[in-house]
Every structure is written in C-alpha cells, then in structure tokens.
C-alpha cells in the first residue's frame, strides 16, 4: 500500500527558509484522482492544513500561508516538496505529508495515508 | 482558532457510547462533506470517517459520522480503552477560494 515519508532539517533560522520532501513508496504520485498535500500540527494544538499538488503542478495553498508557501512535485524521484520562507518560532510544528482523495462534495478534501511527520524548529 | 467548533475533552466508560460534535457554517460544513481523524498519542492522525459516514478499509463500525446542517458528530459505540485518542473533524470551506479547515480537536479519555 502507499506509504508516505518526510524528510528535511529539523531546525531552521528565523528568516530562512524551511525546506521538506515527501518521499512516496508503493504507488505512483501520478495515480489519477489523488493530489499530494502538506499539513502541520503545532506542539500541543491542531492540525493547519498547508496545500496541495497534483502530479501535473497544480497546486491549492491555505490562504494565511500562501504568500510563504511553494509546493512542487517531482514525478521522477516520486515526490513532492515544500518550501515555506521567512519563518518565525510560529512556523516550528511537526510537518506531515498526506494523500488526498475526492469527497462526497467533489472536493479533494480527505487525507490518508499519512507520513510518520517531522519535527521543526524554528530557532537561531 | 479553528473554523470548525469541537468540545477540547469528551470521557465515558468501556462499553459506553460517546459522541464527539463538530460545529461550522454554511461556506464548509452546510455545504460540503466532513471527514474525521483519530490521532492515538505520539502517532500521525488516521483517517476514520470520510465524506460524512464513510468508514474506510479497516475502521471498525463502531465508529459511525452524521451531519445536519452546518454541524457533524462523530459517534463511538462499545467504548474501548484503545479509543482513548484526539479526534479532529475537517471539511472543505468554499471561501477565500477554497481551503481546507479542521476542528480544534477533542480529547477523548476512557474512564
């Protein structure tokens, strides 16, 4: 079954750029029907939804993060990325990395599976 | 603060039934589908209810999802100790060109 994995720093510099990969196995990130999405979880509180992107680059971003956040793909090395600069302490949270499906409304709107997610901090 | 509305703890005892509310409006929940994750301690959230009262490959039925108007609940029957986990409902929200929007999540404990 498909399986997701991030990777990437786990600290990151006030100001600089965090950087992510979402390595998928088990299935192809070009499968019809599913984009590929990026949700965080601050220390202690719920889940933010980033953005996602289908294999073809079409991306949808949170609009509180969209001004911050690139989302890529490499159909390739099946994966995807993200990007999310000038970061503060809000930024620090563990990163997860998802599938998305189709709802019942026609949106793509749940996720599953999930990536074990990875911690960072934002810190000098 | 979250779009979605849910109560930060909910309890009951093992064989009990518990039921978990998620409240929103009409640019997400009155118009589209929710969907529910359970997130045991230290793990990735799972996917337990999709498109308001779909349970995926693998859930037990003893999870149920239903909805009316802007609101949904998310109901556990046979409470077990293994139940003991944070929930998070989530939907699509039609404004600001579309986004994804979760609950702030509940806190369920197994007495």
């Known amino acids: 079954q498909v399986q997701l994995q991030e990777s990437g720093p786990g600290l990151v510099k006030p100001s600089q750029t965090l950087s992510l990969t979402c390595i998928v196995s088990?299935?192809?990130?070009?499968?019809?029907?599913?984009?590929w999405s990026w949700i965080r979880q601050h220390p202690g509180k719920g889940l933010e939804w980033i953005g996602y992107?289908?294999?073809?680059?079409?991306?949808y971003y949170n609009p509180s993060l969209k001004s911050r956040v690139t989302i890529s793909v490499d159909t390739f090395k099946n994966q995807f990325s993200l990007k999310l600069n000038s970061v503060t302490a809000a930024d620090t949270a563990v990163y997860y990395c998802?599938?998305?499906?189709?709802?019942?409304?026609?949106?793509?709107?749940?996720?599953?599976?999930w990536g074990l997610g990875t911690l960072v901090t934002v810190s000098s | 603060q979250s779009v979605l509305t849910q109560p930060p703890s909910a309890s009951g005892t093992p064989g009990q039934r518990v039921t978990i509310s998620c409240s929103g409006s009409?640019?997400?929940?009155?118009?589209?589908?929710v969907n529910w994750y359970q997130q045991l301690p230290g793990t990735a959230p799972k996917l337990l209810i999709r498109?308001?009262?779909e349970r995926p490959s693998g859930v037990p039925d003893r999870f149920s999802g239903s909805k009316s108007g802007t609101s949904a609940s998310l109901a556990i029957s046979g409470l077990q100790s293994e139940d003991e986990a944070d929930y998070f409902c989530?939907?699509?929200?039609?404004?600001?060109?579309?986004?994804?929007?979760f609950g702030g999540g509940t806190k369920l404990t197994v007495l």
């Open positions: 998802a599938r998305v499906g189709v709802g019942g409304s026609g949106w793509y709107d749940w996720f599953d599976p």
């Open positions: 088990g299935g192809s990130i070009t499968s019809r029907g599913y984009y």
């Open positions: 992107i289908y294999y073809n680059a079409r991306t």
């Open positions: 009409s640019s997400n929940i009155g118009s589209n589908s």
């Open positions: 498109s308001d009262n």
């Open positions: 989530a939907a699509w929200d039609v404004s600001l060109n579309g986004h994804v929007v």
